[in-house]
Every structure is written in C-alpha cells, then in structure tokens.
C-alpha cells in the first residue's frame, strides 16, 4: 500500500505565506513526477505545480513567482511554499505522486494524497 499524507494548510490572510508538505510513504520502488494540484468550489481539479525526479519544475501560470516547489527524493517528500497568497488560491490541495511499486516496478500510475484546505481570506 502507498500512503500520500499532505500537511500544513490553514486560513490565512491575503498576502501571507503558507508552506505545504507531503510525504510518501509504503511499498514504493520508484517516484517519477510529484507535485500539487487544488480544487475550488465548483470548480475541477487543476494543475499548481510540478517537479520531476531530476528537479525540473512545471507552474501554473496563475501561481508563477509565487509558489515554489521542491523535493527531497531520498524522503519521498514533496513541499509547496506559497507566497503572496490571493483569496483566488483557496481551495483544497492534493499531494500527487507517479511511481511505481516493487511487485510492478515499471509500471507507474498516479497517488493522491486526502487533501488539505486552504483558504486565503481577511
């Protein structure tokens, strides 16, 4: 089994920080890609950041020169540090996670973590 469990969401003001964290854990082999993606109310499920297992970085455009992603693949963690936070970033923030497991160690497929709430309001 493989377990996503993301951390560190809360209410915050517009224009403050808030940093979340995510560790993977279980019978892993291999992680490809981790990242964050959120939903709004009535909203679907969007892309907020990526970063590959070589440290290369995706962003939404809505989140550039605001968030910043990062990994540490010998912790199978994954953080978002979230700057400059605006009431449109609230939402729910999914851990995700491409990897493989030793019974299928090349065949990868996508994790989710239970999701943390964020909301940006004064």
């Known amino acids: 089994q493989v377990q996503l469990v993301e951390s560190g969401g809360g209410l915050v003001q517009p224009g403050g920080s808030l940093r979340l964290s995510c560790a993977a854990s279980?019978?892993?082999?291999?992680?490809?890609?981790m990242g964050w993606y959120r939903q709004a109310p009535g909203k679907e499920r969007e892309l907020v950041a990526l970063?590959?297992?070589?440290?290369?970085?995706t962003y939404a455009d809505s989140v550039k020169d605001r968030f910043t992603v990062s990994r540490d693949s010998a912790k199978n963690t994954v953080s978002l540090r979230m700057n400059s936070l605006k009431p449109e970033d609230t939402g729910v923030y999914y851990c995700?996670?491409?990897?493989?497991?030793?019974?299928?160690?090349?065949?990868?497929?996508?994790?989710w973590g239970q999701g943390t709430q964020v909301t940006v309001s004064s």
């Open positions: 279980g019978s892993i082999f291999s992680i490809n890609n």
């Open positions: 995700y996670a491409h990897l493989s497991t030793p019974s299928r160690s090349n065949w990868f497929r996508a994790y």
């Open positions: 970063i590959s297992s070589i440290g290369l970085t």
